[in-house]
């Protein structure tokens, strides 16, 4: 079945940028989906089909795919962006399966 | 207002059986598939499975097939997730999740799904089991 790797954690001090990674076999041909997910809460889709985002989400995500890795870039990170986020794409290896990464969390300094 | 809605908490003993709910509103129902995640305390997300709330075609993970049942009805707009004979490991937050999805007929009648991302989450229902 398919892999996805991030990072258990991600640090960043108020301000800067964050990327996080998530590394898949030739997920550049895959669309990647990323949520957010903060203590006690549900999670949220923060960025899909690789790049865009939905309506009501910051400018301040984006993302990007080639390759082995995809990646959710933060910018100006703010304190409330403290949260797990997780990478998921689906994989028609074995049947139409959803593939979650093990999530990362975010934490701002 | 578009929304899931779980159904609560619930606190069982293993060997017993359960049903959770997931009703939508504010959208058409039949326009998208239901999944259901699994969130163990502490951990990520699981992928359970997915039903179409238009035919009942359901889709399993292979680690959760043949554990759970899932279901629909689309009458009242929502979804279920079954179990038979629980143990302490199902001890979770179930979420359901709302997902588009592109239909394509292929030359020989059947249908291809495209599917996108979980767009709408509901609240999540704990269930412990003990």
């Known amino acids: 079945s398919y892999v996805l790797t991030q990072p258990p954690s991600v640090s960043v001090a108020p301000g800067q940028t964050a990327k996080i990674t998530c590394g898949g076999n030739d997920i550049g041909i895959k669309t990647v989906h990323w949520y957010q997910q903060k203590p006690g809460q549900a999670p949220v889709l923060v960025v899909y089909?690789?790049?865009v985002r939905p309506s009501g989400i910051p400018e301040r995500f984006s993302g990007s795919n080639s390759g082995n890795t995809a990646t959710l870039i933060i910018t100006w990170v703010e304190a409330g962006d403290e949260a797990d986020y997780y990478c998921?794409?689906?994989?028609?290896?074995?049947?139409?399966?959803?593939?979650f990464g093990g999530g990362s969390t975010l934490t701002v300094l | 207002e578009v929304q899931l809605v779980q159904s609560g908490a619930e606190v069982t003993k293993p060997g017993e059986s359960l049903k959770i709910s997931c009703k939508g509103s504010?959208?058409?129902?039949?326009?998208?598939?239901i999944g259901w995640v699994r969130q163990m305390p502490g951990k990520g997300l699981e992928w359970m499975g997915i039903?179409?709330?238009?035919?009942?075609?359901?889709k399993y993970s292979p680690s959760f097939e043949g554990q759970v049942s899932i279901s629909v009805d689309k009458s009242i707009s929502t979804a279920y997730l079954q179990w038979n004979s629980l143990k302490a490991s199902d001890t979770a937050i179930y979420f359901c999740?709302?997902?588009?999805?592109?239909?394509?007929?292929?030359?020989?009648?059947?249908?291809?799904?495209?599917?996108?991302?979980?767009?709408?989450w509901g609240q999540g229902t704990l269930v412990t089991v003990s």
């Open positions: 998921q794409v689906w994989d028609s290896s074995s049947g139409r399966q959803a593939v």
């Open positions: 999740a709302r997902l588009p999805f592109t239909a394509v007929t292929t030359i020989y009648g059947s249908t291809w799904y495209g599917f996108d991302a979980f767009d709408m």
């Open positions: 089909d690789d790049s």
């Open positions: 504010g959208y058409n129902f039949t326009n998208y598939w």
């Open positions: 039903v179409y709330p238009g035919d009942s075609d359901t």
